[in-house]
């Protein structure tokens, strides 16, 4: 038996032995994840168990170093662990805009008081995090944004306003971007943290289209942020932008891929809908559309791993990931008939069927649109000329 294979079979037993039931079962609502952070409310007993159990051996963020509260494990490794985990069906013990963005550019650009610091809290979800990038105006061209950081020798005091700002009005902190020199529009951003607690920070809720308010509107008003609080060089926050918003790209192209058709076959079996031939050939296309995206992203986080990834490849995931995670929910739409066209009824949940739907249509904005996503698929990896 080889090293990695006798590390799948450690991982799987402990898996089996410590993965509790509840957390086998497939998400429902924004509930059954574990957001972390301090005001973060336990839906069971087994959801906190889960994410205990989890934290006592690094598995919230596997590749991290154990000194930062992950468990040290090798590329190869943390496969075995994701593999491992989609086996059972086993839920994430933790989903955290800081596992996913603000950690890996931590990791790059941080301090190491900064890693310290942050990281273990992330890392045994003790704070959550929510990004402060867009605003009114600067959506995609992030840098025109205006919400700007003025020196006052040991801190900044920072005025402007974001919006999109998912989850603010949960979050414990931001990571943002601030203006902090008006002369220089490319060099003139800084990366700062701070907390949504500081006086001057609100924020007010967007309700959509789904009928939710994941998005935030988020405003500042003289809030003072320490100088020690920034993170990478002072008004050279936008190459950390630039990292992060990678990790974001394959955050949000993820979610394509998170149940191929043969979850959905068994879904629409249940109510007859596969009986339809035409049906049935859409959700085969759709298969094979998911596994063709999963071997995709398999070979970028190989290539990533070993420093070969293409810096642009996670804005082909992202759309692609977009497009297949839009295509499954127009699936299950067709397959529902007018079932699928309620809204409030205790026997489709509250409308969770069409409220997930129209919430997929966000996924072609949110991140960066898709139309700007296609424009640098075909400048840098395909090489297009210009229009």
Known sequence: MTDLEAFRQEIRAWLE????????????DDDDVCWGGRNFTFKNAAQKLWLDRCVAKGYTVPDWPKAYGGAG??????????????????????????????????????????????????????????????EPGSGSDLVSLQTFG???????????????????????????????DKTNKYQGISFLLFDMTSPGVTT????????????CETFF?????????IVGQLNRGWDVAKYLL???????????????????????GRNGALEDPVLRAQVALFDVDALAFTAMSEKFMDEVKVGKGHPAFPNLM??????LNK???????????????????????????????????????????????????????????GA
């Open 221 to 229: 008003d003289n809030v003072k942020v320490p100088k020690d609080q």
């Open 204 to 215: 007010k809720p967007i309700k959509l289209i789904s009928g939710s308010s994941p998005f």
């Open 327 to 385: 295509a499954r929910h127009e699936l299950l739409m067709s397959a529902g008939g007018s079932t699928a066209l309620e809204w409030e009824s205790e026997e489709t949940d509250g409308g969770a069927l069409p409220r997930a739907w129209l919430r997929t249509k966000a996924n072609s904005i949110e991140g960066g649109t898709s139309e700007v996503m296609l424009n640098v698929v075909s400048k840098r990896i395909l090489e297009l000329p």
């Open 150 to 180: 003025e020196d006052k020798g040991d801190h900044w005091v920072v005025n402007g306003q974001k919006i999109w700002t998912s989850y603010a009005n949960k979050a414990d902190w931001i990571f943002c971007l601030v203006r902090t």
């Open 73 to 134: 494990m090798t590329p190869a490794e943390a496969k075995i662990w994701r593999e491992e985990m989609v086996r059972i069906n086993a839920r994430p013990p933790l989903s955290s805009f800081g596992i996913w963005m603000l950690g890996p550019a931590l990791l790059k650009f941080g301090t190491e008081e900064q890693k310290v610091h942050y990281l273990g809290q992330i890392a045994r979800g003790e704070i959550r995090w929510c990004q402060g990038y867009s």
């Open 246 to 268: 990678g990790h974001e790209r394959e955050m949000i192209s993820a979610t394509g891929g998170a149940d191929r058709a043969g979850s959905l076959g068994a879904t629409l």
């Open 318 to 323: 992202k759309y692609a990931g977009t497009e």
């Open 17 to 28: 032995e410590n993965c509790p039931p509840e957390m086998r079962e497939p998400v429902r």
